[in-house]
């Protein structure tokens, strides 16, 4: 079933993975983020849920809202992702492109050359406000985005040794993705007994993704990609995907606290609009685009202007996919100052930096992510959506799969106050465990380029500097002005798929090679022997080595009332 199941890709695959990685409102160890939003956060390594000591656990853990000052904090995140695919040739592709290939290794295996996504950084805003309502009762009112990364940019040619231009290599995984989203969320904590807090959060989010990658205009053996392949982009959003979170948190004595924290969101379920480009990577010839009947050149689906009344317009696509449930539990153990004087209403004040000497936590993560077996992904079938210039038309089933495993994490990390309520250095680390499935050979035959699924291991570290404006009697008291700065490194292991057995398969615009129809098990017998999915080529697209690296800076401003 999984072998069947791997041929069900297309231009369509990486959109959605793009929205994924925006939509996805999880934390923890969800495949589709990383280590944390915030300054704090990141520079311990994640390891905050017990500390949840600023307005970012409006969504982290809200119970932390409970006894935090009334602060108003912007922070951003700026991703440096480098993800590389060293594509591996298929023994049964035939495609024209062979003037890209490197020479055979010792194996006998051919590869083209190795591309990556270098872009820069995109910044990953977080503005949030917490309210200190009474002493046991608080709210937070937080907009942020997940942590990942927006934009990813492949290159859409590589040259060969004598300077020709191809299609490069990665172009059935992704050539473009751009992604934007926004989760407002509010939240409120309380503490009806000393020492034991409560919180919940409610999300709402607004997502809007672009993406690009080639397909195959017809399925053939022999294609020249240059003449065949055609550029595809789909626009896809929704306007509110809700969702929650509940924590506690529990002072078990004055140097130990517990927390736990849990996550649920609905499913993103949308539609999906598409815009092909024929003739796309043939230089210097006019390229056909399926849009050429909507006014000012609107983004819409295919629509030709001889296509039959039905089969064209906008949002004829669906997308739908689950978000992984996730939860984590942490241990906080902390040096109080002593002689501080928290009695009464101030008892109930938590400001880690003002009352303790140090502390350290470890957290315990888990991300349900085997929910994401797959991403439905649906276009209309009694009307096919044709292909502008040439003979073929999207395909009906494009579901895409992703067989992910459930992840692990762990992380630890820890504050040290150099200088009481002035000055706060921190270090931290995490590892999480692989996302992408296994076979028994030890390949992954699922992976892609859209989210980095590798095991990671992080290394941060930050500091806080607070510069008070009005004192107070105590010192968790009065106003400040706080300036954060964070840095992340992760390491993730490489992902390899050497085996032709299974893998992606990459979309075609007619069903079956050579122009012959699925037989009476709905698959399409090709001349290398194998059985595909129609619509699907004969060979794997995503064969070889995908790489990835990540450094995130975090720099922030709050001001304390």
Same mark, same amino acid.
């Given at each position: 079933?999984?072998?069947?199941? +791997?041929?069900?890709?297309g231009?369509? =695959?990486?959109?959605v993975?793009?929205?994924?990685?925006?939509?996805?409102?999880?934390?923890?160890?969800?495949?589709?983020?990383?280590?944390?939003?915030?300054?704090?956060?990141?520079?311990?390594?994640?390891?905050?849920?017990?500390?949840?000591?600023?307005?970012? /656990?409006?969504?982290?853990?809200?119970?932390?809202?409970?006894?935090?000052?009334?602060?108003?904090?912007?922070?951003?995140?700026?991703?440096?992702?480098?993800?590389?695919? &060293?594509?591996?040739?298929?023994?049964?592709?035939?495609?024209?492109?062979?003037?890209?290939?490197?020479?055979?290794?010792?194996?006998?295996?051919?590869?083209?050359?190795?591309v @990556?996504?270098?872009?820069?950084?995109?910044?990953?805003?977080?503005l949030?406000?917490?309210?200190?309502?009474?002493?046991?009762?608080?709210?937070?009112? =937080?907009?942020?985005?997940?942590?990942?990364?927006?934009?990813?940019?492949?290159?859409?040619?590589? /040259?060969?040794?004598?300077? !020709?231009? %191809?299609?490069? $290599? *990665?172009?059935?995984l992704?050539?473009?993705?751009?992604?934007?989203?926004?989760?407002?969320?509010?939240g409120?904590?309380? *503490?009806?007994?000393?020492?034991?807090?409560?919180?919940?959060?409610?999300i709402?989010?607004?997502?809007?993704?672009?993406?690009?990658?080639?397909?195959?205009?017809?399925?053939?053996?022999?294609?020249?990609?240059?003449?065949?392949?055609?550029?595809?982009?789909?626009? #896809?959003?929704?306007?509110?995907?809700?969702?929650?979170?509940?924590? #506690?948190?529990?002072?078990?004595?004055?140097?130990?606290?517990?927390?736990?924290?849990?996550?649920?969101?609905?499913p993103v379920?949308?539609? +999906?609009?598409?815009? #092909?480009? /024929?003739n %796309?990577?043939?230089?210097g010839?006019?390229?056909?685009?399926?849009?050429?009947?909507?006014?000012?050149?609107?983004?819409?689906?295919?629509?030709?202007?001889?296509?039959?009344?039905?089969?064209?317009?906008?949002?004829?696509?669906?997308?739908?996919?689950?978000?992984?449930?996730?939860?984590?539990?942490?241990?906080?153990?902390h040096?109080?100052?002593?002689?501080?004087? =928290?009695?009464?209403?101030?008892?109930?004040?938590?400001?880690?930096?003002?009352?303790?000497?140090?502390d350290?936590?470890?957290?315990?993560?888990?991300?349900?992510?085997?929910?994401?077996?797959?991403?439905?992904?649906?276009?209309?079938?009694?009307?096919?959506? $044709?292909?502008?210039?040439?003979?073929?038309?999207?395909?009906?089933?494009?579901?895409?799969?992703?067989?992910?495993?459930?992840?692990?994490?762990?992380?630890?990390?820890?504050? %040290?106050?150099?200088?009481?309520?002035?000055?706060?250095?921190?270090?931290?680390?995490?590892?999480?465990?692989?996302?992408a499935?296994?076979?028994?050979?030890?390949?992954? $035959?699922?992976?892609?380029?859209?989210?980095?699924?590798?095991?990671?291991?992080?290394? +941060?570290?930050?500091a806080?500097?607070?510069?008070?404006?009005?004192?107070?009697?105590?010192?968790?008291?009065?106003?400040?002005?706080?300036?954060?700065?964070?840095?992340? &490194?992760?390491?993730?292991?490489?992902?390899?798929?050497?085996?032709?057995?299974?893998?992606? &398969?990459?979309?075609?615009?007619?069903? @079956?090679?050579?122009?012959?129809?699925?037989?009476?098990?709905?698959?399409?017998?090709?001349?290398?022997?194998? !059985?595909? !999915?129609?619509?699907?080529?004969?060979?794997?697209?995503?064969?070889?080595?995908?790489?990835? /690296?990540?450094?995130?800076?975090?720099?922030? +401003?709050?001001?304390?009332?």
């Amino acid at each position: 079933m999984k072998a069947q199941m +791997a041929g069900r890709t297309g231009f369509v =695959l990486h959109v959605v993975a793009a929205l994924f990685t925006c939509a996805g409102m999880a934390r923890a160890s969800n495949v589709t983020e990383f280590p944390d939003n915030g300054s704090e956060q990141m520079g311990r390594g994640g390891a905050w849920l017990a500390r949840a000591s600023d307005p970012l /656990a409006t969504m982290y853990n809200p119970a932390g809202l409970a006894g935090q000052p009334t602060r108003l904090t912007l922070q951003v995140n700026m991703p440096f992702l480098q993800t590389c695919f &060293h594509r591996m040739r298929d023994p049964n592709d035939s495609t024209q492109d062979t003037a890209l290939l490197q020479p055979p290794n010792g194996l006998g295996q051919q590869y083209y050359p190795n591309v @990556c996504n270098d872009l820069g950084t995109f910044p990953v805003p977080s503005l949030g406000l917490t309210i200190r309502a009474t002493p046991r009762l608080g709210i937070g009112l =937080l907009v942020t985005a997940p942590s990942g990364t927006g934009v990813q940019a492949w290159p859409e040619f590589t /040259a060969t040794s004598s300077g !020709q231009l %191809y299609p490069a $290599p *990665e172009r059935y995984l992704a050539t473009y993705a751009n992604t934007f989203y926004l989760e407002p969320t509010v939240g409120v904590g309380w *503490e009806p007994v000393d020492n034991l807090r409560f919180g919940a959060s409610f999300i709402g989010g607004i997502a809007q993704a672009t993406f690009s990658n080639a397909s195959m205009a017809n399925n053939g053996p022999t294609e020249d990609p240059r003449v065949n392949d055609i550029k595809a982009t789909l626009t #896809t959003g929704t306007t509110f995907v809700p969702g929650f979170t509940v924590g #506690t948190l529990w002072s078990a004595s004055p140097m130990l606290d517990v927390a736990a924290w849990y996550k649920w969101s609905a499913p993103v379920d949308t539609s +999906a609009d598409v815009k #092909t480009f /024929a003739n %796309y990577f043939n230089l210097g010839q006019p390229v056909t685009t399926g849009s050429s009947a909507l006014p000012n050149g609107a983004m819409g689906s295919e629509c030709p202007a001889s296509a039959p009344a039905g089969n064209c317009g906008p949002g004829l696509g669906h997308v739908k996919l689950p978000i992984p449930m996730e939860a984590k539990i942490g241990l906080r153990l902390h040096k109080p100052r002593p002689g501080l004087g =928290l009695e009464g209403g101030a008892q109930h004040r938590r400001d880690p930096m003002a009352q303790d000497i140090w502390d350290v936590s470890v957290d315990f993560t888990w991300a349900n992510d085997s929910a994401i077996d797959y991403l439905t992904i649906t276009f209309p079938s009694a009307n096919p959506i $044709p292909v502008a210039g040439t003979p073929g038309a999207v395909p009906a089933n494009a579901s895409v799969p992703h067989f992910y495993n459930d992840v692990l994490g762990v992380r630890n990390g820890g504050d %040290y106050n150099a200088i009481p309520n002035r000055l706060a250095i921190r270090v931290g680390t995490f590892f999480e465990s692989q996302a992408a499935s296994t076979d028994s050979k030890g390949n992954t $035959p699922y992976m892609a380029t859209d989210f980095v699924a590798g095991a990671r291991i992080g290394l +941060a570290l930050g500091a806080t500097l607070r510069i008070p404006v009005k004192r107070d009697v105590l010192p968790t008291e009065g106003g400040a002005v706080e300036f954060s700065l964070g840095y992340m &490194h992760m390491f993730v292991t490489d992902l390899n798929n050497i085996d032709p057995a299974d893998g992606i &398969h990459a979309l075609a615009g007619t069903a @079956c090679e050579s122009g012959s129809a699925p037989g009476s098990n709905g698959l399409c017998a090709n001349g290398s022997g194998t !059985q595909t !999915q129609p619509f699907r080529s004969s060979w794997i697209a995503n064969l070889g080595t995908i790489t990835n /690296a990540l450094d995130v800076i975090n720099v922030g +401003a709050s001001y304390r009332f």
